[in-house]
């Protein structure tokens, strides 16, 4: 998928995106300049010059059939920013699509094929896409890469989507102090969105610093859960602060009441209570 003023997302900013993550409604959104301009595109014009140059000092041809040489060149340039745009409007269309088909597999193969978007689109919305595709086929680290892209070249404030697509993409790739960051910058814009709270309290808590499982504990005491899943999550999430804060036996008295939850979590929570690495950070250390 891949933060211009904010607005609704875009369709193909949805591809990675469900509706318990994203409520396209910021309140009181900065206002950032338009995206820079893609680099290829502007190279055509001294790239044509120097062409007609050469072939009419050099080759010594007519200036008109230099003209017509290039004119290729002119055309392209002419022309790119309608190519990009229609074909981002067809990469938006199809990756709809495919996710509604259960199709999450053919994005990225769909996202290569729109040359017009990936040569002549705007840097920053070409790299959010990808961060898009990428996160929803599970690659974390490759969707932070993308995203970070996009908010290196978006040209000013980066957009919500951007913001919420890097904290969520720095999140899976436990990247926590990116995380931290991204996700309080989307709830500077957007207090209302669902599971930035748990997601960055959870952060908090597997950074571990002394004064993270305060800020959890407030964060999670605000969260307010549509589902079962997400109270299921903030029950674990409670008692992982209790981990963090050393209250032992509390901590395991509500992990033995909870039932179901992430796996993940639950060992994120043995391990804090026992002082051991978790399976994922052990892996993370080879």
Known sequence: MPVQDIKPEPAASLVARTPDEYDPRPPM???????????????????????????????????????????????????APSWAAASMRAFDRDALRLRAAGRPSELRARFDRAIGMRLFGAPSSTAERLGDVLRELGDA??????????IE???????????????????????????????????????????????????LLRRGAPA??????????????TSDAERTELALLRAYVEARKGKTSAARTALREIEGG????????????????????KKKRR
């Open 141 to 150: 680290a490759g969707a932070r890469r993308a995203y970070q892209r996009a």
């Open 153 to 203: 070249t978006v040209g000013a404030t980066p957009t919500l989507p951007m913001l919420l697509g890097l904290a969520h993409a720095a999140y899976g790739a436990r990247e926590d102090a990116e995380a931290i960051g991204a996700y309080r910058r989307v709830l500077a814009i957007d207090a209302t969105l669902p599971r930035v709270r748990a997601r960055l309290a959870h952060s």
């Open 29 to 79: 959104a900065p206002r950032p300049a338009e995206p820079a301009p893609p680099i290829l595109r502007n190279v055509l014009v001294p790239i044509s010059l120097v062409t007609t140059f050469a072939l009419v000092y050099w080759v010594r041809i007519p200036l008109a059939l230099a003209v017509l040489a290039v004119s290729p060149l002119i055309a392209l340039f002419v022309l």
């Open 262 to 281: 992430d796996a993940s979590l639950r060992d994120e929570i043995e391990s804090a209570l026992s002082g051991s690495p978790t399976k994922t950070e």
């Open 212 to 225: 993270d499982a305060a800020d959890a504990h407030e964060l999670l005491e605000a969260a307010r859960p």
